[in-house]
């Protein structure tokens, strides 16, 4: 049993980053995984306001007293963590940029306390071009992350959404889902 923690950055209950989720999550229950969904877009997360008050005394926390103090645990807790997203303005979601800027809370001496954790990614993007769309600067992005927590990277899953893609239209990005699902249950 795996604990995995999916970031959804999409604002679209009906929309393709939340159809791959969805896949996502329903495999790896049946896997008898445990899976925590969080819709970022549902919480009121305050920007970063860099005042290293959370490297003080490295407490896990941050002193705006807003929705993330309750999310941290979660993160903490997980084995997985997913970024999922659209791609906005050739990067991730801004949704999910506030929740990865107040990450610097769970910085601890000497490191990150994400050390040795485990990272995916799932990106939809409207481009039919990958190379035109701006995913390859999310995964950059998201490389680099985990990189400096000292994780790992261990899937990304992107490809192209229309309005709203469908299992019967898509079986590709589901054989990718399908893959991540079996990397994931082997952790
Ligand atoms: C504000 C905004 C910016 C976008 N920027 C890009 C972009 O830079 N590259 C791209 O290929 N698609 C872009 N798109 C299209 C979305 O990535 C695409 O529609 C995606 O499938 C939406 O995911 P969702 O259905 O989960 O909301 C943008 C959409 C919005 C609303």
Redesign the pocket.
């Known amino acids: 049993m795996v604990r995995v923690l999916i970031l959804n950055g999409?604002?679209?209950k009906k929309?393709?980053?939340?159809f791959l989720v969805s896949e996502l999550a329903e495999q790896l229950r049946a896997k008898n995984n445990f899976v925590k969904i969080l819709h970022l877009n549902d919480y009121d997360i305050k920007p970063c306001q860099s005042c290293y008050w959370c490297y003080r005394d490295f407490p896990l926390q941050c002193i705006q007293d807003d929705v993330m103090n309750g999310l941290y645990p979660h993160a903490l807790d997980a084995e997985v963590i997913i970024f999922a997203s659209?791609?906005?303005?050739?990067t991730y979601s801004a949704q999910l940029k506030l929740f990865v800027d107040r990450l610097l809370a769970l910085h601890v001496k000497g490191g990150h306390s994400f050390q040795g954790k485990k990272f995916a990614s799932i990106f939809?993007?409207?481009?039919s071009n990958p190379e035109?769309?701006?995913v390859f600067n999310a995964i950059k992005s998201v490389e680099q992350m985990i990189s400096y927590f000292g994780g790992e990277n261990i899937g990304v899953v992107y490809g192209t959404?229309g309005d709203k893609l469908t299992a019967k239209d898509n079986p590709e990005i589901l054989r990718k889902i399908g893959n991540l699902v079996l990397t994931i249950s082997n952790q």
């Open positions: 999409s604002p679209r929309g393709n980053t939340l659209p791609i906005y303005w050739f939809v993007y409207g481009a035109g769309s701006g959404g």
